[in-house]
């Protein structure tokens, strides 16, 4: 299994409160990427990143930030949490060898946000 | 843009029986397909891939051709069994980008019963 830790697995917290979620990569690759997971919506990409300092957005990225200072840590921040972000958030990596599409991405098992 | 259709379920079949998940794809260019595979409580795990035109992917007896002049990646199984219960996801990526984006379908869920 790739070597991806998403922290905390769990989060219950009240509106308006700033949340952190972390992921951490053992793998050393390049691209790192946030989604949600929603019922009837499958996964959406929410911020990406193409390497140290590189980020960009996805299509659902409106009161999410992200970071990501070293190669192995993705940070995704909920400045101001809502209620409409309560979700399943996954971390999920892929190499950037070979030709561009080529490589799957490895997901992490997710944390549970709630957001009362 | 891109996207992804697949099959609505819940999907339930009986032990052995044979399994197909429709899935459906609109892109610009050529992409690379996938089917992943995601078992309660855990993350998304790469089932199966294929990246060009009659291409084959296969994995624990799950099977996907990619049809080009169908735009479809069709998964099947001979025979399910009951461990086989999990959502099931079509992706794709595009090919030539820069950025290694995937786009999903919505998810097929499929329980498998004894």
């Known amino acids: 299994d790739a070597g991806i830790t998403q922290s905390p697995r769990h989060k219950v917290t009240e509106t308006g409160t700033p949340v952190t979620l972390r992921c951490h990569q053992t793998e050393n690759h390049r691209y790192m990427y946030w989604y949600r997971q929603d019922p009837g919506h499958g996964l959406r990409l929410i911020h990406y990143?193409?390497?140290?300092?590189?980020?960009d957005k996805g299509e659902v990225s409106d009161g999410y930030s992200v970071s990501r200072s070293k190669t192995e840590d993705f940070l995704l921040t909920l400045e101001s949490a809502t209620s409409s972000q309560t979700s399943v958030y996954f971390c999920a990596i892929s190499e950037s060898r070979g030709r561009a599409g080529n490589q799957p991405q490895h997901f992490g098992d997710g944390t549970r946000l709630s957001i009362l | 843009g891109n996207s992804v259709t697949q099959m609505e379920g819940p999907v339930t079949l009986s032990e052995e029986a044979f399994l197909t998940i429709n899935c459906t794809y609109t892109?610009?260019?050529?992409?690379?397909l996938f089917w992943y595979v995601q078992y309660p409580g855990e993350g998304l795990q790469l089932l199966l891939k294929?990246?060009?035109?009659?291409d084959k992917g296969s994995n624990k007896g799950f099977e996907a051709t990619y049809r080009k002049e169908t735009t479809s990646f069709h998964l099947e199984k001979g025979s399910v069994q009951v461990s086989d219960s999990a959502v099931y996801f079509c992706a794709l990526s595009e090919n030539g980008g820069s950025n290694y984006k995937l786009t999903f379908g919505k998810g097929t869920l499929l329980t498998v019963n004894p």
């Open positions: 892109a610009t260019g050529y992409p690379s």
């Open positions: 990143s193409y390497g140290v300092k590189d980020t």
């Open positions: 294929a990246t060009k035109a009659d």
